[in-house]
C-alpha cells in the first residue's frame, strides 16, 4: 500500500492495518495514534520522529527499521521483530515489548521507563543511557549487551541473562539481584546502593568505584572480583567469599560480617572469620589496603 492511500483511510477514521506490507516505507513524521498495525512489515521502514502512540505493532516486523525519536508511547509490540533496529532517542514509556526480538539493536539514549521487556531478547544491543527505571526485565536476555550509564533503578531483574554485558556506570539502586548469575561482569563505578544481591555470583566481576553502599550481599560469591575504591559502607557481607578479591582501597565502613583487624590485614597467612565465614587468602592480603572497622 502507499503511504498517501494509507493517511487518507487514517483520515477517514480507519484504525485497523493487519498485515499491511509496507516493507521499505517512509513513514517518518507521521501521525499514526492507536492503529492496529499487528502482524505488518515494516522491515527497512523509516519511521523516525513519527507518532504510534497507543498502537499496535505486537509481532510485527521491524527489523532494520528507523524508529530514531519515534514516539511509541503506551504500545503494544508483543514478540515485535527489532532485530538491527535503531530506536536512539525513542520515547516508548509505558510500552509493552513482551519477547519483542532486539538483537544488536540501538537504544541508546531510549526511554522505555515502566515498560514490560518480559523475555526480551537484547543480546549484543546498544543500551547506552537507556531509561529502563521501573521496567520489567524478567528474563531479559543481556548477553553481550552494553548497558554502560542506563538507568535501571527499581526494575524487576529477575532472572536476567548477562554474559559479558557491560554495566559501568549505570544506575541500579533499589534493585533485586538476588542469586543472579554476574559472573565476569563489567559492573564499575555502578549505583547499587540499597540493593540486595544475596547468594549472587559475582565471582571475577569488575566492581571498581561501584557504589554498593547498604548492599545486601549475605553468601554473595565475590571471589577474585576487583572491588577497588569501591564503597561498601554498611553493606551486609555475612558469609560472603571474597577469596582472591581485590578491596585495594576499599570503603569497609560499618559493613557487617567483616570483623578483621588493621594489624591482621597484611598477613600473609590466610585469615578465616569464623563468626562470619567471610575468608580471605595469601594473595588478597597482600594487596590489600581497605578501611576495616577494628
Request: charged share 20%; hydrophobic share 40%; with cysteine.
Amino acid at each position: 500500500m502507499k503511504i498517501g492511500h494509507l493517511l487518507r483511510l487514517y483520515e477517514q477514521g480507519n484504525r485497523d492495518f493487519t498485515e499491511i506490507d509496507l516493507n521499505g516505507a517512509d513513514l517518518h513524521h507521521v501521525t499514526l495514534l492507536s492503529v492496529n498495525l499487528m502482524g505488518a512489515n515494516l522491515m527497512g521502514s523509516n519511521l523516525s520522529r513519527g507518532f504510534f502512540i497507543k498502537s499496535n505493532l505486537s509481532r510485527a516486523k521491524l527489523n532494520w527499521a528507523n524508529l530514531t525519536f519515534v514516539k511509541m508511547s503506551q504500545a503494544e509490540l508483543v514478540e515485535a521483530d527489532l532485530t538491527k533496529a535503531n530506536l536512539s532517542g525513542a520515547f516508548m514509556v509505558k510500552s509493552n515489548l513482551m519477547k519483542a526480538k532486539m538483537s544488536g539493536a540501538d537504544l541508546s539514549h531510549t526511554n522505555l521507563r515502566g515498560s514490560d521487556l518480559r523475555g526480551a531478547n537484547l543480546c549484543g544491543a546498544n543500551l547506552y543511557r537507556v531509561n529502563l527505571r521501573e521496567a520489567n526485565l524478567q528474563g531479559v536476555n543481556f548477553n553481550w549487551a552494553n548497558l554502560k550509564e542506563a538507568r535501571l533503578s527499581s526494575a524487576i531483574l529477575t532472572d536476567i541473562c548477562c554474559y559479558h554485558a557491560n554495566f559501568s556506570g549505570s544506575f541500579l539502586k533499589d534493585v533485586d539481584l538476588s542469586g543472579a548469575d554476574l559472573e565476569g561482569v563489567d559492573l564499575s563505578y555502578v549505583k547499587l546502593g540499597d540493593s540486595q544481591l544475596v547468594g549472587a555470583n559475582l565471582s571475577g566481576a569488575n566492581l571498581t568505584g561501584a557504589n554498593l553502599r547498604n548492599v545486601d550481599l549475605r553468601g554473595a560469591n565475590l571471589k577474585k572480583a576487583n572491588l577497588s575504591e569501591a564503597n561498601l559502607d554498611g553493606a551486609n557481607l555475612e558469609g560472603a567469599i571474597l577469596t582472591g578479591a581485590i578491596l585495594r582501597e576499599t570503603n569497609l565502613s560499618e559493613a557487617k560480617g567483616v570483623k578483621v583487624k588493621p594489624d591482621k590485614i597484611f598477613n600473609t597467612q590466610p585469615i578465616k572469620n569464623e563468626s562470619s565465614k567471610l575468608s580471605f587468602d595469601s594473595s588478597t592480603l597482600k594487596i590489600l589496603q581497605a578501611r576495616f572497622v577494628s
